[in-house]
């Protein structure tokens, strides 16, 4: 007999061991389920099999199946493109529902949260759905004529036409099928616990079939089967909302892998909406900043009319650093500013905003523009050694027909004159503000009656297609023809000049923001101005009171003589206290009456409340009654006081 061998430790012999090892494959195959035999194509099968087994299923399809995956996935590719390429609510919300439907389901109901948290914000309570979009298919004849509704087949599959001509068209009204439009979500429901769970689930499943009637509502009819996919929208944080895919009864059923595909589209809208809404909060943050960095609105000072418009360099960049400004000075006069400060940022939007509220503060202490221009380059090294801008400051005089300018570095404006000439003025160019360290200069021109002026910044002339000065060519050639078109006595209107002029810009020639300012001279004639110079002494009162009657009366405006003759006295009184040096006054006749007392004292006055027992004091409460409007403004020799009437009863 033939002993096996053993170890040294007494183990089983090597044939046994083999044994053992293949005793539970045997096992395994002993219990395994008897699968039944495919019959070769040699070999024909036994007349008893096919008795047996008469309605066999056939055999597993591998290349199909990885057929209809591949389409899946493609599918979810072009519709996560599809989605993603939206930039605003609505946009992203319309590219899910047109992605799927109808190659994914015969009508797809989007639900978002109402009103949407932004970012970090707390939710506002109660959570409500508010139904956003619907879409689905309805079949048309060949006139037109709605037919009834048609699903589609599953993904990867052609929506077929039918056999009476009907085709099928895409409906994306909001009230093809009466779901609701409003929906609580109660915190504890069903739906609360379905959107909780952020996974897509089927609709006939038991946590669907209770959530579905909370929010689509009872009228709504939900297809039995696997007909309904309910997919919450998550954002980063929270959910946002839910979408409903739906296919017809008539139509295959979703499949376990669709849920999938639900979720990835779900995914990628909800974080698309997310961002969205916190590309919204910045716009709409980017736009109140701009906005109040400008003028709310131009003034109406005499003599010259004004016309403005501003315009983002893109929708992706609203803020920037242009600027335009108008400001009322004493005499009738006004400042017009135009600048640009370097840059497309919120950054570039601050600087402009300071050097803004510092040109209005110099306008007021009524400096010249080259001095105004040399405080701001100032101003600009205190803020920083790379703050750059460029800036133009003129300053109109109705009375004079004259206009100063001063330029730092920045494109020269356009004076269009009356019969249609237009010219580039010839101002000094300057170096931009922040240079520090250079001396501006300053022009007198002709400003005549009909002409107007045109400021601008250089997004309106310049781009990758054209240099400046090539633009400003352009520009002038524009504003010539367009005064042709009026004739040689008639000025072009403002705001039609400012529209035409925008026009001058191509499609995709706009590469910087672009703020526009035009000013229409009108001027005072000589007839309306009377001005004197009055001693300051006591019998300077009684004499400016006669002065301003015979004016009146030279005027037409004999009614308003009792009112101006007082007020006038009590401002040149007031004056002539504290002058040392000749009082100024100086009455112009407009739509209203204005009249002007300067003096070299910079104290300005203010109005108060006199006591019973004081025999002065009442002078400006009077001003305050009786004109229609008053101020006061410290120049640079000393002070100016105004009040207006209306001419008009």
């Given at each position: ?81 599809r989605i993603a390429r939206g930039i605003d609510l609505d946009e ?72 009476s001509g009907r085709v099928p068209v895409l409906d994306p009204q ?476």
């Open positions: 007999m033939t002993e096996h061998p053993t170890s040294h430790e007494g183990r089983q012999p090597l044939a046994a061991r083999s044994q053992e090892r293949t005793r539970p494959r045997q096992e395994a195959s002993a219990t395994a389920v008897p699968q039944p035999s495919v019959p070769s194509a040699h070999t024909p099968a036994p007349a008893s099999a096919q008795a047996s087994v008469p309605s066999a299923s056939p055999p597993p399809d591998p290349v199909g199946a990885a057929r209809r995956e591949g389409d899946r996935l493609r599918f979810v590719g072009a519709a996560t493109r992203i919300v319309l590219g899910l529902c047109r992605a799927t439907v109808p190659t994914f389901s015969d009508a797809i109901l989007v639900y978002l949260r109402d009103p949407l948290p932004v970012g970090d914000e707390r939710p506002i309570s109660p959570f409500v759905l508010r139904l956003r979009r619907t879409d689905r298919l309805r079949l048309t004849d060949e006139d037109g004529e709605s037919t009834g509704t048609v699903g589609t087949a599953a993904v990867g599959m052609q929506l077929p036409e039918s056999e909001t009230d093809v099928m009466p779901a609701a439009q409003l929906c609580e979500v109660a915190s504890g429901g069903a739906l609360s616990e379905v959107l909780r769970g952020v996974r897509p689930v089927f609709g006939d499943s038991a946590a669907a079939r209770a959530a579905l009637p909370e929010l689509l509502g009872d009228e709504m009819t939900v297809p039995g089967g696997r007909r309904a996919i309910l997919a919450p929208l998550r954002g980063r944080r929270r959910v946002i909302g839910a979408a409903v895919f739906l296919r017809r009864p008539d139509r295959p059923a979703f499949e376990p892998n669709d849920l999938l595909v639900a979720a990835q589209l779900a995914t990628h809208t909800a974080l698309g909406i997310d961002k969205a809404v916190l590309y919204g909060r910045e716009a709409y943050i980017a736009d109140e900043l701009q906005r109040t960095m400008l003028p709310e609105g131009l003034p109406q000072p005499t003599g010259v009319r004004l016309a403005s418009r501003y315009l983002p360099a893109a929708e992706t960049a609203r803020v920037g650093g242009d600027w335009y400004d108008a400001i009322p000075l004493p005499g009738s006069r006004v400042a017009l500013v135009v600048g640009d400060v370097m840059g497309h940022s919120m950054t570039s939007a601050a600087i402009m905003g300071q050097l803004r509220t510092t040109a209005q503060t110099l306008a007021g202490l009524d400096l010249p523009p080259q001095e105004v221009l040399h405080h701001l380059d100032e101003q600009a090294q205190r803020l920083g050694t790379d703050r750059m801008a460029t800036c133009l400051y003129a300053v109109y005089d109705p009375v004079s027909h004259r206009i100063t300018i001063a330029n730092a570095g920045h494109p020269p404006p356009i004076l269009l004159h009356l019969g249609g000439r237009a010219e580039v003025l010839r101002v000094p160019p300057g170096a931009p503000i922040g240079v520090g360290g250079v001396d501006f200069e300053a022009v007198e021109l002709d400003a005549p009656a009909g002409a107007t002026l045109l400021l601008y910044t250089d997004g309106l002339v310049e781009s990758r297609l054209r240099d400046v000065w090539t633009g400003i060519e352009q520009l002038r050639e524009r504003l010539a023809a367009t005064a042709q078109l009026t004739g040689p006595d008639h000025s072009p209107p403002l705001e039609a000049l400012c529209d035409d002029v925008l026009d001058v810009l191509g499609p995709g020639d706009r590469d910087d923001d672009i703020a526009l300012l035009a000013a229409r001279f009108d001027g005072i004639a000589p007839s309306d101005v009377a001005y004197w110079f009055l001693e300051p002494e006591d019998a300077a009162p009684g004499r400016a009171r006669r002065l301003a009657r015979r004016a009146l009366s030279r005027w037409g405006l004999e009614e308003l003589s009792d009112s101006v003759e007082l007020l006038i006295s009590e401002v040149v009184t007031n004056a002539v206290r504290y002058a040392e040096r000749p009082v100024t006054l100086r009455l112009l006749r407009t739509d209203v009456l204005r009249c002007e007392v300067g003096d070299d004292s910079p104290q300005l006055p203010r109005q108060r409340r006199a006591r019973d027992t004081d025999e002065g004091g009442r002078g400006l409460f009077l001003v305050n009654r009786l004109a229609r409007r008053w101020g006061a403004t410290r120049l640079s020799t000393g002070k100016v006081v105004w009040f207006e009437i209306s001419t008009r009863p």
